[in-house]
């Protein structure tokens, strides 16, 4: 058995196995189908005593290469593509949640999650309990006997809050439920939840792991069983993510270590900046001292990540002040780019929620979410200056 690799090897060395043209980097399979030696083949294909493509909504060299390198760098032992990270989370969802069942979640999810878990798993009679980050305590007085998943994102967004994933992964341990969470804002070069005992792990690859704001994708990886169920709905409903998109994040993966390495390096600087800055209340990034959960970040992940929040000084107007000012960050909904991103979340992307559902996600009226790119950080920082001065 080879000795397992380092993280930038198997980024870049995990590949399909090569054609008769001995190719070097993988080629894209833009193909619907594939075909069959003959009848028994056909045969034994479809009853799966063969582990071979069929249809590319099942499965395809491309998506099967990006999965085993996200699988290798998670350490999990199965996963499945998706067409975007919400249908990642949806599908996880939807196959392993029977009508009735229940879910316990952190307060603070993407709002798409949160959509999903108000708005359509109700349809089905699935709900969902809500506990704040900072009242892990009580997350075991919300298990009933129905509860079939503990799910919490770690660093959240946009708050950039932090959970003890040691803690989430005994308690589902120990009441015998599932542990799934979204390690997007991590990814598995900085944090790795199985380790901390998830039992699956789902990405968001439009961000940090495509990485050029190119394409769209999702991943959910983690144990096998539940990975097949998954995967048997997802063949069913079709989910599935382009062969195309595929390649350009197996490709992306190959650079994801030294990208998000300099994300890091810029972030943290960025966040010191914005520490001393008199238009600034408060800053939050993992890696700062002043972080409420620094010690745990640490304890947790290899760096910090690329996202900054911080609160402007004089709530929404301020904040959309600053952005109206800036001359370079772009203005956008995505986040893990190679340009630095700011948003505003209580004009913008939380604008719909009460105010007091916004607070509970640690979501101030003058909060900003900064996802810091590549560009020189001495233009960011002068940049965001800038913008703050005007504001």
């Not at 058995?1 to 980024?11: D, G, H, I, L, Y």
């Not at 028994?40 to 060299?61: G, L, V």
């Not at 704040?132 to 994102?153: C, G, P, Q």
């Given at each position: ?11 870049i ?14 080629p ?10 003959d ?23 491309n ?28 599908s996880?969802f ?36 809500y ?26 967004n ?78 069913n ?155």
């Open positions: 058995m080879s000795k397992q690799k380092n993280f930038e090897t198997e980024a060395r995990t590949q399909t196995e090569r054609s008769q043209f001995l190719e070097h980097s993988n894209i399979y833009l193909t619907s189908s594939f075909v069959f030696e009848a028994e083949d056909m045969r034994a294909s479809f009853a799966e005593e063969k582990e071979r493509n069929i249809y590319s909504r099942f499965t395809n060299p998506n099967s290469e990006f999965v085993d390198k996200i699988c290798k760098m998670e350490g999990a032992e199965q996963g499945v593509a998706f067409a975007t990270g919400m249908s990642a989370v949806f996880t939807a196959a392993l949640l029977n009508a009735g069942d229940h879910i316990v979640s952190a307060r603070s999810v993407f709002g798409s999650t949160h959509g999903l878990f108000t708005k359509f798993l109700p349809k089905w009679n699935i709900t969902t309990s506990f704040k980050i900072d009242e892990l305590d009580k997350i075991e007085s919300l298990i009933t006997k129905n509860t079939k998943i503990l799910y919490a994102e770690s660093p959240t946009p708050a950039v809050d932090i959970l003890d994933l040691e803690l989430l992964g005994s308690i589902a341990k120990e009441h015998n439920i599932l542990l799934v969470i979204d390690n997007c804002f991590a990814t598995p070069y900085l944090q790795n939840p199985i380790k901390f005992g998830a039992d699956l792990v789902i990405h968001s690859a439009t961000k940090l792991i495509d990485g050029q704001g190119r394409v769209m994708g999702g991943v959910t990886v983690g144990r096998a069983d539940l990975i097949r169920e998954i995967y048997l709905f997802a063949r409903t079709g989910p599935a993510l382009s062969p195309f998109n595929a390649w350009v994040l197996s490709k992306s993966l190959e650079t994801l270590a030294v990208r998000v390495d300099k994300h890091c390096e810029n972030a943290l600087k960025i966040a010191e900046f914005l520490e001393s800055h008199g238009q600034v209340n408060i800053v939050k990034y993992p890696f700062l001292k002043s972080h409420p959960q620094y010690v745990l970040a640490k304890k947790q992940m290899k760096a910090g990540g690329n996202i900054v929040a911080f609160e402007v000084k004089g709530g929404v107007e301020a904040g959309k002040k600053f952005l109206n000012a800036l001359a370079i960050c772009s203005l956008s909904a995505n986040l893990g780019d190679t340009r630095t991103i700011v948003t505003h979340p209580a004009s913008t992307t939380h604008g719909k929620l009460s105010k007091e559902d916004r607070l509970e996600t640690g979501i101030t009226d003058g909060l900003v979410r900064v996802s810091v790119g590549l560009e020189n950080v001495n233009d960011i920082i002068q940049d965001l200056d800038q913008a703050l001065k005007s504001s």
